[in-house]
């Protein structure tokens, strides 16, 4: 089982105690989809690999709402980089992962529909694609791949 | 010194509320985390490669075959060997083009407490990653079907240990 909570590529260590214990409650979180949510959750992912298509470019910084943290004033709560022919996906997102199983977090990759299969939220979702100037998307995918 | 800009597109989706009439379909996972993992077992998910076989001799199985529009339940009976699977044996009733009949594999638990008889229709419509079953007299989606490459794309893999 895993829970995003953190953006980025950043080394994986050892949760501190805040963060498990953050963690631990939205890991206690049911997750219920019904097919017609998944249909339109996959078919947002279309929308949004078409977006990243069409860029043009081969890296790119991605977020999504999920986790409700309106009440900090945060609509995107998960976030990661999206790389062009990642692996075994037209893209793939790189993100920092909570696996609740380990109660420890892991960089994970996934495909885009992954990436925005479990939002908190069924009513809506927001997506943010970021492309970066040339030289700092280059050495992003450097140090991403 | 000049900055080249960074670009920056915002997609919104707006969910239509999910209301007790399209809770239909079991619930992704018993667990309580936000799995990907989870999602690619969904009950009402599964590859084409795995779900859909043609009634006749034709040399492609999967979901490009399936023609969009309505078909008739002829049959319901479990998969040998596989007590928690159902096959849906279909047949064109009124579909977009000409259309062959075609079984469909999948979860019982995907129809949960409203089973689909014989004489019952459901429709299928193609979608940008597959397939979408639903019923035909509520148009409420019960299984969805997915192409290979999203199968793979709801696929989570570790990079670091």
Redesign the interface.
């Known amino acids: 089982m895993l829970l995003a909570i953190a953006a980025g590529c950043a080394a994986p260590g050892p949760a501190p105690a805040s963060a498990q214990v953050s963690a631990a409650r939205f890991c206690d979180r049911p997750q219920v989809q019904d097919a017609g949510h998944q249909d339109r959750i996959l078919r947002f992912a279309a929308v949004v690999r078409q977006e990243l298509e069409a860029s043009g470019e081969e890296i790119a910084l991605i977020s999504r709402s999920g986790v409700d943290l309106r009440n900090l004033g945060i609509r995107f709560s998960h976030s990661g980089v999206s790389i062009r022919d990642g692996g075994e996906v037209p893209w793939s997102v790189r993100q920092l992962y909570y696996a609740c199983d380990e109660g420890r977090p892991r960089l994970y990759d996934q495909g885009v529909a992954g990436f925005l299969f479990n939002g908190d939220e069924p009513a809506i979702a927001y997506v943010s694609i970021v492309l970066l100037p040339h030289e700092a998307a280059t050495q992003l995918k450097r140090v991403a791949l | 010194m000049t ?16 209301g007790p009439a ?4 079991l ?3 018993a ?10 077992g ?1 009950a ?2 599964r590859g084409s490669s795995d779900s859909i076989k043609g009634s006749s001799d034709s040399s492609r199985d999967g979901d490009k075959q399936v023609a969009e529009g309505e078909y008739r339940v002829v049959a319901v009976a479990p998969v040998d060997g596989r007590s928690d699977m159902l096959r849906l044996t279909l047949e064109p009733h009124r579909t977009a083009r000409a259309a062959t009949g075609f079984t469909l594999d999948l979860p019982q638990h ?1 129809l949960a407490d409203r089973p689909l008889a014989p004489g019952d229709i459901v429709s299928a419509h193609h ?3 597959g397939l ?1 079953f639903a019923r035909g007299n509520t148009r ?5 079907v ?1 192409a290979d ?2 199968h ?10």
């Open positions: 900055t080249a800009p960074f670009r920056c597109t915002l997609i919104a989706l707006l969910l239509v509320a999910a399209l809770a239909e379909s619930a992704t996972s667990s309580s985390a936000a799995s990907s993992a989870s999602s690619a969904s009402s998910l995907a979608r940008p990653y979408e409420n989606a019960f299984f969805l997915l490459d999203w793979r794309d709801l696929q989570t893999r570790v990079i670091t240990n």
